[in-house]
Every structure is written in structure tokens, then in C-alpha cells.
């Protein structure tokens, strides 16, 4: 994750290129890039071996999408890296889609997202409950749908992910816990 000064940079860039100052994302993307590709490269790690995106082309998808949505305006570094998560997501979401709608017949290996959620697997359809859940649950509490992101799909550790929300640890451990239940609970309902 950044450092203070970089963090403060990024602020800055962002709000000049809300402002209108088109080279301001020229000068963003190397502070930001390093950190979205290893963010890429998790995703697609629990990826079938044989996908079409690479971690290079899914962060370069990101940015294609994120110039189009000129209008969007992001506070700081922490709705910047929130927002980029939450958009590659979605550019994975609708990979998966495109993949069911192939419905090719192609076999998938289990593979863990995460430890912590190896109860998903990274079969299209599992993105798509996934990210239905998430969007449920950023309707119930934006602040700790944005720390699962940013810790399973960012990669951030509880501190940084604490840093970027600006809350405490314990208060990231403990929207954690609860949300990762609540994402249990909402794709594996009891009987």
C-alpha cells in the first residue's frame, strides 16, 4: 500500500483529474498500477488455468472502464482502491456471464479465493451469487462490504485495510467476522 506521501499524491491526482486535468491519470496509474496487477493476479490465481484474461489485460480492462466513467468522483486513495476492486469484480462478473452463456462444458477444479473463503469456488456461477451478495450487503453496510473488499479482493491487510477505511483493526477483524458469516449464511442458506 502507499505511504503517506504517496497517499496524498494519489488524493491529489484524483482530484485533479475530477477537475478535468486529463494527464492527471497519466501520473496516477504507475503510483497505483503494481498494487491492481498483484490484485489481478490473486483473482485470476483461482481462475480455471485456462482463461482468457491475464492479470495485465484485467487491470488494463479496470482502467479502460474507469476512464469512461469520467463523471465518477473519488475522495481519496481509499474510495480510489475500493472503487478499482469493486470494478474488477465486476469486469470478472461479467467474464463469468459471457462464459455461462458459452456454456461450453468446460470442467472446473476447486480452487480457493481465499483460505477464509474457500467455501466459494471460482466457478462463474459462484462469482455471480458472490457478487450479488456483495451488493446486497453494500446495501445493508457499505463500510464492511468495502473491508471484505479490500481485503479478499484488494489483498490489504488488516491494518491497511484499517488505514484506507480509518477505523481501528479490531473494529476491521470484527466487520470481517460478521460479514463473512453474513456472505455464508446469504450463499449457503440453512434448510
Not at 488494463?60 to 481519496?76: A, I
Request: hydrophobic fraction near 45%.
Amino acid at each position: 500500500m502507499a505511504n503517506g506521501k504517496e497517499s496524498g499524491e494519489i488524493t491529489r491526482l484524483l482530484d485533479s483529474w475530477a477537475q478535468g486535468d486529463a494527464t492527471a491519470m497519466d501520473r496516477l496509474a504507475p503510483l497505483v498500477y503494481d498494487q491492481l496487477r498483484q490484485l489481478a493476479e490473486s483473482l485470476l490465481r483461482n481462475e480455471r488455468s485456462d482463461h482468457t484474461l491475464q492479470g495485465t489485460a484485467l487491470v488494463n480492462e479496470m482502467f479502460q472502464q474507469f476512464m469512461k466513467l469520467r463523471k465518477v468522483s473519488l475522495r481519496d486513495r481509499a474510495h480510489f482502491y475500493t472503487f478499482s476492486a469493486k470494478l474488477m469484480r465486476r469486469l470478472l462478473v461479467d467474464h463469468a456471464r459471457q462464459v455461462k452463456a458459452v456454456k461450453r462444458g468446460v470442467s472446473f477444479k476447486r480452487v480457493p479465493l481465499n483460505a477464509e473463503l474457500a467455501w466459494i469456488t471460482p466457478r462463474p456461477e459462484n462469482f455471480l451469487d458472490l457478487s450479488a451478495a456483495l451488493e446486497e450487503l453494500y446495501a445493508i453496510d457499505e463500510a464492511k462490504a468495502r473491508a471484505i473488499e479490500l481485503r479478499y479482493f484488494l489483498g490489504c491487510t488488516v491494518d491497511e485495510t484499517a488505514s484506507i477505511l480509518g477505523i481501528s483493526a479490531p473494529s476491521v477483524e470484527r466487520d470481517i467476522r460478521f460479514s463473512l458469516v453474513w456472505l455464508h449464511d446469504r450463499l449457503h442458506p440453512a434448510p
